[in-house]
């Protein structure tokens, strides 16, 4: 005759798994209570204007210390109605060298004569570097432009240009340059665009 008993669940959960309120598998989500807090509408403010990062890189100072390690940016702004800007800034980090390059942008922005579509009223040309650019309306063909220099059109809201490097530089800064020297002949009749935008980022504050 057997004599031993049959075995019983003496926990306290009665054998099923959504009972556990230590948090078993069927346990509510968000803690003991199962209590979240409803995320925020919270919305970031929108940027006064367009930006656009044309390129950034890191540069080594030496000193009698040794090394000091820096980020040079140069940055692209514009409002996409005519006003376009262009700066650089460097910094220990990448925000302070942004925000430097953004107050210099904000300060070198211009507006540029446009006609009643928004194109150029004439082809401008100019150089910088090895970078040499010519920029012509071409009535109604839309944005044919490519590198930095497509960027630096879409900020300040040109269209129906066509626009060609006529070297074989890839240094999108220069190009960025050599753009922002075309457009700014449209503003006033100096041909060379200011110094404050044309001195390498290295040398910038």
């Given at each position: 005759m057997d004599t031993?008993?049959?075995?019983?669940?003496?926990?306290?959960?009665?054998?099923?798994?959504?009972?556990?309120?230590?948090?078993?598998?069927?346990?509510?989500r968000g803690g003991a209570g199962g209590d979240r807090r409803p995320r925020?509408?919270?919305?970031?403010?929108?940027?006064?204007?367009?930006?656009?990062?044309?390129?950034?890189?890191?540069?080594?100072?030496v000193v009698s210390g040794g090394r000091r390690m820096s980020f040079a940016v140069a940055l692209a702004i514009?409002?996409?109605k005519?006003?376009?800007?262009?700066?650089?800034?460097?910094?220990?980090?990448?925000?302070?060298?942004?925000?430097?390059?953004?107050?210099?942008?904000?300060?070198?922005?211009?507006?540029?004569?446009?006609?009643?579509?928004?194109?150029?009223p004439h082809e401008v040309s100019a150089k910088f570097a090895s970078s040499r650019l010519l920029i012509m309306p071409n009535r109604g063909k839309g944005l044919v432009a490519g590198s930095t220099v497509r960027d630096m059109l879409i900020l300040a809201g040109i269209k129906n240009v066509t626009a060609k490097i006529n070297s074989g530089s890839k240094n999108k800064l220069n190009n960025a340059r050599a753009a922002y020297a075309a457009l700014y002949q449209?503003?006033?009749?100096?041909?060379?665009?200011?110094?404050?935008?044309?001195?390498?980022?290295?040398?910038?504050s």
């Open positions: 031993t008993k049959p075995k019983t669940n003496t926990g306290s959960t009665g054998g099923y798994k959504g009972s556990n309120p230590r948090g078993g598998a069927g346990a509510p925020s509408n919270f919305e970031r403010p929108k940027p006064e204007f367009d930006q656009k990062m044309v390129s950034i890189r890191r540069v080594t100072r514009g409002d996409k005519g006003s376009l800007g262009l700066g650089t800034g460097k910094g220990t980090d990448t925000a302070l060298a942004i925000a430097k390059a953004l107050r210099t942008a904000k300060k070198n922005m211009f507006k540029i004569k446009t006609n009643k579509e928004m194109s150029l449209l503003k006033t009749k100096n041909v060379v665009a200011p110094k404050v935008v044309l001195n390498t980022a290295e040398n910038a």
